[in-house]
């Protein structure tokens, strides 16, 4: 199955009208935001996404998850068939909102000093484990369509951190400490979100399309992506605190 084919289809699942809408909203309110809003704009619009992404988060892990863990194996697949396409659009923009929407904030209000290179170094690690972490998910390290990907992200990326280091005029600019601290657990929310929580909501997909769905598979990968979701939570947690930190003179 395409690509192209797999996004139509889980569009056409979720309902096409709240797929647009859960990622245009999102992202044309922070593009919106951080182009021509005012700070409180852009606070408003990273912090009511980062609300909502860390609620979902948590509200799948506390409640959701023991619940479907009480299910039927073919109850809980039919539950999964039904809300992981809406999840595989909904989550994805509401991170990359919060995500990016934060760097943006931060450098915005000057508590980020020499974001450059700081920013270059995260997109290289996130994007290069989460890619390499598709990899693993669609077992693709032997499908040269992955090997290229692959090799597009590290060398694009790389060529990014290069570029800004240089324009930096020395090695590693420093910053603070709590940002460092914030870019650390942002890895980890992007790396398990895109390369381990959308992945597998795409293999839910693909498996409830087969002509014999295996609900066994489907429930399992599901009830993963609910224990990932706490781990997530827990982190955007700690996040949440560090932030705390930076807005009002910690570290």
Sequence with gaps: MSVL????????????A???GAVVVPLLAFGLAATVGT?????????MAGVLWTGIDLFM????????GGLS?????????????KMAFLMPSLATVTIFGGVTLAVRIGVFPNAGPWIALFSLVAFGLATGLLGWVFDAFRDRRWQ??????????????????????TSMPGTRLVIVLILAVMVVL????FGVLLPTEVLVYRESVTDAPDADRIGRLGLRNAKL???????????IGLMVYLRWGGL
Aim: proline share 4%; net charge positive.
């Design 229 to 239: 979701s706490g781990v997530q939570g827990a982190f955007q947690l700690a996040v």
């Design 73 to 85: 194996v073919e109850e809980r697949a039919s539950w999964f068939q039904q809300f992981t396409p």
């Design 5 to 16: 084919g797999t996004v139509r289809g889980l569009a056409v699942r979720a309902n096409p």
């Design 190 to 193: 992007t790396v398990a979100g």
């Design 18 to 20: 709240f797929a647009v």
């Design 39 to 47: 700070i409180q704009h852009h606070t408003y619009v990273h912090v």
């Design 148 to 169: 290229a990907f692959l090799a597009l992200v590290v060398v694009a990326n790389g060529a990014y951190l290069y570029r800004e280091v240089a324009a930096a005029g």
């Design 61 to 68: 892990a506390l409640v959701v998850g023991p619940v479907l």
